[in-house]
């Protein structure tokens, strides 16, 4: 999915999952990583859009081989900065890790 800023409404689902290897948790902390994941969603999700502000609260971390999903949901469209608030939670194994708010500007 690529979607333009004009497609995005409120109550929109997006989702993501990713496998961390050992060397890319040894290399950063979970939450670099983590924030990282998030950035990808929007870069894959939305054409011609940039994440401009990741804020996660961790529950627990996360282990090299596990596999992390990203559930965003679009909360708020901003026309006027072309931007949009998502809330985000990250599960392993349906576990929730991690939830937070993640904003994307479009270009």
């Known amino acids: 999915m690529s979607l333009n800023f004009e497609q995005v409404k409120p109550g929109l689902s997006l989702s993501a999952a990713h496998a961390f290897t050992a060397s890319e948790l040894?290399?950063?902390p979970?939450?670099?990583?983590s924030a990282s994941l998030l950035s990808k969603v929007?870069?894959?999700?939305f054409r011609s859009s940039a994440c401009?502000?990741?804020s996660l609260d961790f529950l627990r971390p996360a282990q090299p081989g596990?596999?992390?999903s990203v559930a965003a949901e679009v909360t708020r469209v901003r026309p006027s900065v072309r931007?949009?608030?998502?809330?985000v939670k990250l599960t392993r194994n349906g576990d929730l890790i991690a939830r937070g708010k993640l904003t994307t500007y479009f270009i």
Do not use: F, K, P
């Open 52 to 54: 401009s502000g990741v």
């Open 26 to 28: 040894e290399a950063s």
């Open 30 to 33: 979970d939450r670099l990583l």
């Open 83 to 87: 931007s949009v608030d998502m809330a």
């Open 66 to 68: 596990e596999v992390i």
């Open 42 to 45: 929007s870069a894959n999700c």
